[in-house]
């Protein structure tokens, strides 16, 4: 019997592995905008964050989405990903 493998992604905060499932993604839109993407199924390129608002403070400090997306991201932009991620 052959085993479905899991998907693993790295968390963009504390650099470890998780299954995708588990994760909370970050896309960046043909448009340029970056949000969450709490579904998993938006359209653009993704970048994968733990559920733990602390996670998003650490990929916040190294500017990890940044580097993931070739672009600057805004204040606002992060404040209103903090805000999602409580309220989710």
Not at 44 to 59: F, H, I, Q, S, T
Not at 67 to 83: K, P
Request: charged share 35%; with cysteine; net charge positive.
């Amino acid at each position: 019997m052959k085993t479905k493998k899991v998907p693993l992604r790295m968390c963009t905060g504390c650099g470890e592995m998780f299954d995708k499932r588990t994760l909370v993604r970050v896309v960046k839109s043909p448009e340029g905008d970056v949000t969450l993407d709490l579904t998993g199924k938006k359209s653009g390129r993704g970048a994968y964050v733990c559920k733990n608002p602390e996670c998003l403070k650490k990929a916040r400090k190294k500017r990890a989405f940044e580097r993931a997306f070739s672009m600057q991201i805004g204040e606002e932009v992060y404040n209103l990903m903090e805000e999602e991620m409580q309220n989710a």
